[in-house]
T-cell receptor, first 114, second 110 residues
């Protein structure tokens, strides 16, 4: 398996533009997590899905952020409109739903909003 | 929700010395405790984990100890090498939600 695949690896966009980050979890994994990493706040959980259903989105900063998981092999995180303070590395991770196995991280998307 | 605290935030050791990173958590239902290593510009990757029915686990130079009564667990790295320099994150899981500590930046000085 190629692991968790995220795209794009880097994204530079202007303030106000819509940004869509994509994630393909490991085949067979039924939990998917979106994290944001910054120097100031470390790894923050934004939202996670079990069996494609959003379970906890309390970490989503505000209504500008939305996430979907239309099927077991694909998820998106959208920011609209983007702001400079959204600049960060966004990681997607997947795991089995048992809760006692590791989460595998994708390579991350480095987002820069100018 | 779960509260995971990690100390220290930065740690410098001489090559060959040991490094210890400690984490505490609040939810007694937490039952899985992984440790991740993140090298600069890369993704976090699991280096060792421990489940709630075990008190200690070792893998070569790395060991993790768990005290469920006191709700704390620690990472021990012996005979440190320059390639151990990275950011280390502890985590707990409750249900299957992962809660991460704030990270420890370890520098091994040659």
């Amino acid at each position: 398996d190629a692991g968790v695949i995220q795209s794009p690896r880097h994204e530079v966009t202007e303030m106000g533009q819509e940004v869509t980050l994509r994630c393909k979890p490991i085949s067979g994994h039924n939990s998917l997590f979106w994290y944001r990493q910054t120097m100031m706040r470390g790894l923050e959980l934004l939202i996670y899905f079990n069996n494609n259903v959003p379970i906890d989105d309390s970490g989503m900063p505000e209504d500008r952020f939305s996430a979907k998981m239309p099927n077991a092999s694909f998820s998106t995180l959208k920011i609209q409109p983007s702001e400079p303070r959204d600049s960060a590395v966004y990681f997607c991770a997947s795991s089995l739903i048992t809760g006692v196995t590791e989460a595998f991280f994708g390579q991350g998307t480095r987002l820069t909003v100018v | 929700g779960e509260n995971v605290e990690q100390h220290p935030s930065t740690l410098s050791v001489q090559e060959g010395d040991s490094a210890v990173i400690k984490c505490t958590y609040s939810d007694s239902a937490s039952n899985y405790f992984p440790w991740y290593k993140q090298e600069l510009g890369k993704r976090p990757q699991l280096i060792i984990d421990i489940r709630s029915n075990v008190g200690e686990k070792k893998d070569q130079r790395i060991a993790v100890t768990l005290n469920k009564t006191a709700k704390h667990f620690s990472l021990h790295i012996t005979e440190t090498q320059p390639e151990d320099s990275a950011v280390y994150f502890c985590a707990t899981t409750t249900g299957n939600q992962f809660y991460f500590g704030t990270g420890t930046s370890l520098t091994v000085i040659p």
